[in-house]
């Protein structure tokens, strides 16, 4: 029998929560800019839907790699917005995996604070789930390996 499709999408990547990161020091959200001259240096996210390349050469594996990195887009006309994105985009890429696949994203953290990857519906091992008690430092790395569960076909989100 032919395994099941399962796809994870994302919508917008975003700072951890305030309230779980109480130990973390409080940073301002960015405001939007209507120049570019008062910019900081970031790359302008790229919009679309995109789908992340699978390196793994196994079969049943799907090896992948995000990182969460700051990026500007023009979400409103004429404005451009300071946003955190994956891969340089916005939405971030889709993840596409059959259920019993095993899978590795790469994460790289290039965000000013600590973040995780939540993977919304998925019944996960809480070491792969993103937990806000286990962030990532700016700058570190994590590998996220789960075995997609059976049963699980659908559609779900990260963030």
Do not use: C, K
């Amino acid at each position: 029998m032919p395994r099941a499709w399962v796809a994870l999408l994302v919508l917008l990547a975003g700072p951890m929560p305030r309230a779980v990161a109480a130990a973390q020091p409080a940073h301002p959200h960015p405001e939007p800019s209507r120049t570019a001259a008062s910019a900081p240096a970031v790359a302008r996210a790229e919009t679309g839907l995109s789908v992340l390349p699978n390196h793994a050469v196994a079969p049943g594996t799907v090896e992948v790699t995000l990182t969460a990195a700051p990026a500007r887009a023009g979400l409103l006309p004429g404005m451009e917005t300071e946003v955190y994105a994956y891969n340089g985009r916005i939405p971030g890429p889709t993840l596409e995996v059959r259920e019993g696949d095993r899978v590795v994203v790469r994460f790289r953290n290039e965000l000013p604070e600590p973040t995780t990857i939540h993977w919304h519906g998925l019944h996960l091992p809480i070491d792969a789930d993103g937990s806000p008690l286990h962030p990532v430092a700016p700058g570190e790395a994590y590998d996220y390996v789960f075995t997609i569960p059976a049963g699980s076909a659908g559609t779900y989100w990260y963030h």
